[in-house]
């Protein structure tokens, strides 16, 4: 147990409530009574509510799940999950395929949380959730690049002219065999 008696709040404490936030969900009430249970200070419901907004405790949870629609468990300390891989190094095809398997239920399950948010009317949940939509949709286009035919298509729908493009496809090819 660790106690933070009057001090600003440790990164443990905030850890801490993200794992209660995984198990009991945004229940702030309940998660405050229990970190304050076992030791830490300054973790009232507004402090804890800002905390997951701030670090995007719904999208981590949504990370964490393994498979469409259920919970997410944090991992708990015995059984840490290796750390992901640096972001320049995207993995193997079959990584990049899983990943990408991953991101996409990811995808899915945040719609419907959106979809279950606008039932509720919660318009904070709503916005954080669509925050997280477009960091999963800008990552699944990094794990699932374009064709050939796409980026030509991209690059006529930007006015490029075809000797600017191959010029700029060489320099490139150059710059990744000198590299």
Not at 114 to 135: E, F, N
Request: proline share 7%.
């Amino acid at each position: 147990m660790v106690k933070t008696s009057g001090q600003p709040a440790t990164p443990a404490c905030k850890e801490r409530g993200f794992e209660l936030y995984c198990d009991l969900g945004p229940q702030w009430a309940e998660i405050s009574r229990r970190l304050k249970a076992e030791g830490f200070d300054r973790c009232g419901n507004t402090t804890i509510s800002g905390w997951a907004k701030a670090g995007d405790w719904h999208a981590r949870k949504l990370a964490l799940s393994e498979s469409p629609g259920e919970a997410a468990k944090v991992p708990h300390k015995a059984k840490t999950a290796p750390p992901p891989p640096p972001a320049t190094d995207l993995g193997s095809y079959r990584t990049k395929k899983t990943n990408l398997e991953h991101v996409r239920t990811a995808i899915e399950q945040v719609v419907q949380s959106i979809c279950d948010a606008r039932a509720t009317s919660d318009l904070r949940a709503i916005g954080s959730l669509a925050t997280a939509l477009v960091k999963l949709i800008e990552l699944e286009g990094k794990l699932s690049p374009a064709t050939a035919a796409e980026l030509a298509a991209r690059a006529v729908e930007l006015g490029m002219d075809p000797e600017q493009f191959v010029a700029a496809l060489a320099e490139q090819w150059r710059i990744a065999k000198a590299g």
